[in-house]
């Protein structure tokens, strides 16, 4: 049994005390546990990022550059061995891990700008021989605490934007797939960030409280489910930190009658099923407007369904893989049998699917609902599984209000071959990343990522520009010289 730890100013770190078993789902059989950090482990990491602190944020943000450089080129050459590790502890398809990784390394790429997002604002002669700036100075430690379902991914919107503005970070991934982002972080050590600006921590609640109560911790990134980032937002509020925190998501696609319904639904079976629905951006939700279009929409989506190929993730001509641990595999299947009776129809019924060679994976088949209802704990409430709920609307009017008055707003998209309902819907729908033909509108890394209401708590995205703001104060100074005024005497009054 492999056990887990920390790495704390560089080093291999042993917590004491709790642990818990880490499971590859595909098989269902935990052959590593990860160490669950103590008060005074996550302690020890904070004060190994302070005492980094000083010498990093003098570093100049070129040198701060260069290492990402040199972790990018880490993380490809070593891109099969982070694919596997996802595999292994996520359950996720490697191609799908492949693009978990791409999308990591594109936020590495962008944190190799430092140099250029940190130059600041410069005015010259802002007043009579005055001379203003603003400068973006970084916070100080920082923590990052990230989700399982993209363990190699998120954690990389986070730490490299922090540390290349000039922070030094706790990192604190979830206990349900650990590895990836310990070897992630022996990589960064070895493409030269100095001991003590990136440390990680291993554990749960115990290890987030701390991390939210500790003063000298100065911001706090979060991505997870809804209850949880609302809970950090409002704890780490409380201590007077900055807080961004993402949460939860039921994403809705509106398949208008004139879209291109054979792209609507292969687009719709892939960003519903793939990493088994256990994306913050999957397609949870499709409205169909008009009734042709819906009887369509439902055929399309059921045919194409009888093709998804579940199974283990290491085989990559599989679709699907397995959830994450059982314990979410009944919950999803609980969310079905409620659906089933509260009323839905249940045209594609994937409850009982099992594997051959795989028995004790945590694997379910792609379901699929129609004439699911607003009312309906499956439409209000995030499975986070491989469940699609069709609804039907008359009119984009009435399909826009379902989203707007959803509690979510993360991800939307519309398929439709009218610009200028595509251009209406952009405009007015509440929600932070939307999509025309695109189901899954996750932005490039030089753009930000963030949901609107109950997806987002605090007011900066994570990654591309806002991980500047987030992760830098400004600080604006205004100067002159003796020689032009400054022996003029006392001034009581503005200058005008
Ligand atoms: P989670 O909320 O259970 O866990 C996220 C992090 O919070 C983990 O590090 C975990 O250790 C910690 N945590 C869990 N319970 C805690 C508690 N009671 N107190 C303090 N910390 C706690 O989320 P998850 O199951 O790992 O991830 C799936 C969720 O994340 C889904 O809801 C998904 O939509 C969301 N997500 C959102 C985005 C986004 O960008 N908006 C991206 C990925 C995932």
């Not at 699911?372 to 709920?389: A, D, K, W």
């Not at 984009?396 to 989203?403: G, P, R």
């Not at 398929?415 to 251009?423: H, K, L």
Request: charged share 20%.
């Amino acid at each position: 049994m492999t056990v887990i730890g920390h790495i704390i100013n560089g080093e291999q770190v042993n917590s004491h005390g709790r642990t818990q078993a880490v499971f590859n789902p595909a098989t269902g059989s935990s052959e590593r546990s990860v160490q669950l950090a103590d008060a005074d482990t996550v302690s020890q990491a904070i004060s190994a990022a302070s005492a980094a602190f000083p010498a990093w944020r003098n570093t100049p943000p070129l040198k701060r550059a260069r290492v990402m450089y040199r972790l990018k080129e880490l993380l490809e050459r070593h891109a099969d061995k982070i694919c596997e590790l996802v595999t292994d502890e996520h359950g996720k398809v490697l191609n799908d891990a492949m693009g978990e990784l791409q999308r990591g390394i594109e936020n590495v790429e962008y944190a190799t700008a430092a140099p250029e997002l940190l130059k600041g604002e410069h005015s010259k002669n802002a007043g009579p021989a005055i001379d203003a700036w603003s400068e973006f100075q970084p916070l100080g430690v920082v923590a990052a605490i990230t989700p399982f379902n993209f363990p190699a991914m998120v954690p990389l919107w986070m730490w490299p934007m922090a540390v290349v503005c000039g922070n030094c970070v706790v990192l604190k991934p979830s206990e349900r797939a650990p590895s990836v982002v310990k070897f992630i972080v022996e990589l960064a050590h070895e493409a030269g960030l100095p001991k003590g600006v990136l440390n990680l921590i291993n554990g749960d609640k115990e290890a987030v409280d701390t991390l939210l109560t500790d003063q000298r911790v100065q911001a706090v990134s979060f991505v997870g489910s809804t209850p949880i980032a609302e809970y950090v937002y409002q704890e780490g509020s409380r201590h007077g930190k900055r807080v961004q925190a993402l949460g939860g998501a039921k994403n809705h696609a509106i398949v208008m009658p004139d879209a291109d319904m054979e792209n609507a639904v292969s687009s719709l079976i892939g960003a519903a099923f793939g990493s088994c629905g256990e994306r913050c951006m999957a397609i949870s939700v499709a409205v169909a407007v008009g009734g042709a279009a819906a009887d369509q929409l439902v055929a399309g989506l059921s045919a194409a369904m009888t093709k998804i190929k579940t199974g283990t993730g290491r085989d990559n001509s599989n679709d699907m893989g397995p959830l994450i641990t059982s314990a979410h595999r009944d919950k999803v299947r609980q969310f079905v049998d409620d659906g089933v009776s509260e009323g839905a129809t249940l045209v594609v019924d994937g409850r009982a699917l099992s594997v051959a060679d795989h028995p004790d994976g945590f694997f379910m088949g792609p379901c699929l609902f129609d004439h699911v209802t607003p009312s309906m704990r499956i439409y209000r409430e995030e499975i986070f599984g491989p469940v699609l709920c069709v609804l039907r609307a008359e009119s984009l009017e009435e399909a826009m209000n379902l989203i707007n008055d959803h509690e979510f707003g993360n991800g939307t998209c519309i398929f439709t071959r009218d610009g200028e309902a595509a251009r209406y819907f952009s405009d007015h729908i509440l929600v932070g990343m939307v999509g025309v033909n695109v189901p899954l509108p996750v932005p490039m890394a030089f753009h930000s990522f963030g949901g609107w209401k109950r997806s987002l708590f605090g007011d900066l995205s994570a990654y591309g520009p806002d991980a500047v703001r987030f992760y830098t104060r400004r600080k604006t100074i205004t100067q002159r010289w003796p020689s032009s005024g400054v022996r003029e005497g006392a001034q009581f009054t503005f200058p005008s």
